[in-house]
């Protein structure tokens, strides 16, 4: 049995761990997103109708159906009971109001204690659920590199951070024996475990192949034929692959991705790869194979959608402008310093709000 002094410990802990922001994230972004998510099947007719009065009830009701139908069959009766159960017993009470009677609020407080055990229940699957999540995020942070490998002809800095609590933006770079560095950057169809599945055999697939032939052509051709074959339908996977030389001289494939940023004294000169198929849709596709070079001083920026498609308080994008203005900033800027500014820039323009998309930036500038 819990004792008194448990409860008032967990009462200091609460409210010494509170703060301000939480309490108004809790309504300026939590339950708007609860809400939304709860009524989307019928956010239509809601807003199709003119009255007021019957908005507000179906919302309501949409509310209720949409958690019902978030529990499993048998939770549902137990919350259909308990829902019906505690207002009968608010009816019943207030019909007492005469004469004093304690069965009414017994019956509340068993509806009202129904309803706290389905709370309880559903509270333990999430906890399993993000265990399980958690575990799938440990694996797949192993996967992207914490520290990106610097070699004597670039410099290499890079930032990830994932929407949910697993992502499918991966970027990955293999100083190859000969002198020659590999690099992925890509980003798998959607967010959450089933992104990360797909970004998981996307990379596994690329660093086998790498030690059968790193070219383009080869690598991926590859991907493309292990992911049709292993991916669902809508299991798709967006990437850049490049291949540099140590004298700067480069060759890409772009499949379906944000094309890359080709920089030089501070400007954007050249934006790699055109609109293309991303990989995982149908085998016995081509994609095209781009020749390139690097002078010294010169980057290459790649990046995400979702930092270019992030939205502010207003609704507004980041957009490809942003970055190249924020490119022009500083002509002289690292690989690091520009990913930091780029970073910096996408937290002030999103006033600190969770991200959409999973959002990743690299940049390799050679020496």
Known sequence: MAELHDWVNLGKDTFSSLKTKDVTNLYALEWPETRKMLIADYQSKIDGDPKRLRRFLRTRSAILLGLAKRLAPHRRVFFLVGFVWFFFSLLAALSYHRHFSAWPLVEMTASFMIIVLLLAMELIDKIKYRDELEL?????ADLIPKSPPQTDAYEIAAFNRIANTVGGDIYDFVPLPDGRLAVLFGDASGHGMAAGLVMAVAHAAWRTQLDVDPSPPPIIGSL?????RTGGPRSFFSCCYVLLDRDGSFTATVAGHPQIVKIASGKVVDRIGTGSYPLGVKTGMKWEELQGSLAPGERLLF?????????????????????????????????ATLVETLIGEWNLFTGGRAPEDDVSIAVIARR
Request: aromatic letters at 6%; glycine letters at 6%.
């Open 303 to 335: 990046h995400s959608d979702g930092l270019t498609e992030a939205r502010n308080a207003n609704e507004r994008e980041f957009g490809d402008s942003f970055v190249d203005a924020i490119v022009g900033w500083n002509n002289a800027a690292s690989a």
């Open 136 to 140: 799938a995020r440990d694996l797949q």
């Open 224 to 228: 493309n034929r292990i992911l049709c």
